[in-house]
């Protein structure tokens, strides 16, 4: 069930007492960055960030936008470059090698100069006109705001992969907000303290945000069909994406091989009985290769089911034993089209970043 505030339709459609949303008495009250994860997008790029301007020069105080390159195969790096050296408030980032999504974010949460973070997709399926609703909701109390679609314009298997994804994360996250989620948020940027030091390859920024605060909420946006190119997310990626977060942020997975042995330990002690009982009262065992077959596939099923789930952990494990970053980065872009070459990150401390709000 949504958490909403009470007097949200007096803050977000009461214009003319508190002004534009995000304001008090018409002056804008946050600073916010924009996070875009970026991959193979040049086409809708230039589109998105003059949107993006024509919201944030109205509703925030200062404002930047910080373009994250996962390692495109078009020219989207390039678009990127000559986006920053227009805008001086346009950043851009570009990573060494496809990390995807949720470590691209993370990325650009770290590099974040501004209070607010706001996050959403380069499609322009997120619309930048709904970017005041999250902040209106921010007022409230709330550190999280998810926008949630009223209607996603997806296909019916990205649609039936979204929703074994939200149930995985449901179980990750802890938080009844989890079914609400999606790449449309804004968030107050202390949060990132909670995951300072966090710098494994498996990134699922909604979990990370659970470290630090338990105050999420939702608000239903507008969600646009996508005009330019095709999804990146295919069924077998959101399956594996869940699968990532169930196994390396919950222990629910060991605690469902524990429940299996459980139950067919309870099985196997009603199928002795079953034996036992029936040699006593009829003085005969129980006869036929097939009872016992079905038995040794149906145990030996559940073993190996359990053994499996515990190896995805080990691998897990394995990775982390292994230090690799969560991204890295080849170079930046920022105020001015200027370009320099950065080191290898996937680490943050608060220390090193000035102007930070940390």
Sequence with gaps: MLNFPRNFRALAGDRSASGKSGQRGGAPVYSVSVIVPVYNSEGTLKPLVERLEAVLCHACRNFEVVLVNDCSRDASWDRIRELASDRPWVRGIDLMRNYGQHNALLCGIRAASHEIIVTLDDDLQNPPEEIPKLLVLLEEGFDVVYGTPAHEQHGIWRDLASRVTKLALS??????????????RAFRTELRKAFASYSAPFVSIDVLLTWGTSRFTAIEVQHEPRRIGVSNYTFTKLLKHA???????SVWPLQLASLLGFAFTVFGLLVLCFV???YLISGTSVPGFPFLASLIAVFSGAQMFALGIIGEYLARMHFRTMERPAYTIRNEVTVSGHESDAPAAGFYSTS???????
């Design 276 to 278: 036992v009982g029936r």
């Design 352 to 358: 090193a970043q000035p102007g930070g709000v940390l």
């Design 171 to 184: 179980r990750s996250m802890g938080a009844r907000t989890a079914s609400h989620v999606s790449a449309f």
């Design 243 to 249: 699968l990532n977060m169930m196994t390396g942020f």
